[in-house]
Each structure stands twice: as structure tokens, then as C-alpha cells.
């Protein structure tokens, strides 16, 4: 049964003032979602970040509170083996999500970007 749908759109140049400024990529994104390269261009860390960063306020839509009672960071995009996207919810993000939808709730995502917008999708399935 679906407990909740969310889906975001990030603007992904909006992301080139978060990596020019210190500690705030930190600041929203879990260390375990940190871009694994440091060699990587500008575009493909803005397109990283806009991609995760839509998924994170696709999940808090899909929950329907918003970001009360919880960080960013505890909502955050790991891969599977085969290259997959899941999200990963910790914290008091992984408590609201136990209280609104039960702890045996499951959440799916879908990302997709490309040179101007990243968009996220979000389900949350109540098992």
C-alpha cells in the first residue's frame, strides 16, 4: 500500500554557489552521499548534488511533513552493486518515517538529471 508519493525538480546551477562556498556541501548532504571523486568537473558535481538534493525534498514531500523533526543529512542516496540509486533514511527522518508509515515502511527512488535540472521521485510503500 502507498503511504506517500513525492517528487522534486532542482535547477542544477544553483549548485555551483554550494561548491564554491565552504561546509556547505556538508551541511545538507550525508558524508556517506559525498561526490566519491575529487577529480570531478564542476557540471558533474552540480548535476550530483541537484540530484540528491531533489531526492531528499522528494522524500519529505512523499512523507508529508515537510523537514520537521529532522536533518537533511539523515535522508541520503547510496548505489546498489549494479549502479541503482536507493535511499537510505536515518535519524529522526528514519523515526518519522516509522511513525507515519510503520517500520517495516520501504522507500523507492528514481533520479534522473541532465545539463539544466535534476528531478527526483519518491514512494513510500507501507508493507
Not at 571523486?37 to 540530484?51: G, N, Q, T, V
Not at 517500520?103 to 533520479?111: G, I, N, T, Y
Amino acid at each position: 500500500m502507498v503511504c506517500g508519493i513525492g517528487c522534486d525538480i532542482a535547477k542544477v546551477s544553483r549548485f555551483a554557489r554550494w561548491l564554491d562556498r565552504p561546509g556547505m556541501v556538508e551541511r545538507f548532504f550525508n558524508e556517506r552521499e559525498l561526490f566519491p571523486r575529487k577529480d570531478a568537473s564542476p557540471a558533474r558535481l552540480m548535476e550530483w548534488y541537484a540530484a540528491r538534493f531533489a531526492a531528499k525534498e522528494a522524500f519529505s514531500k512523499a512523507l508529508g511533513t515537510g523537514f520537521s523533526d529532522f536533518k537533511l543529512a539523515d535522508i541520503y542516496i547510496e548505489k546498489n552493486c549494479d549502479g541503482q540509486p536507493f535511499l537510505r533514511v536515518t535519524g529522526g527522518a528514519r523515526e518519522k518515517l516509522e511513525d507515519l508509515c510503520g517500520r517495516d515502511a520501504q522507500v523507492h527512488v528514481s533520479l534522473s538529471h541532465e545539463k539544466e535540472y535534476a528531478v527526483a521521485f519518491v514512494i513510500i510503500e507501507r508493507r
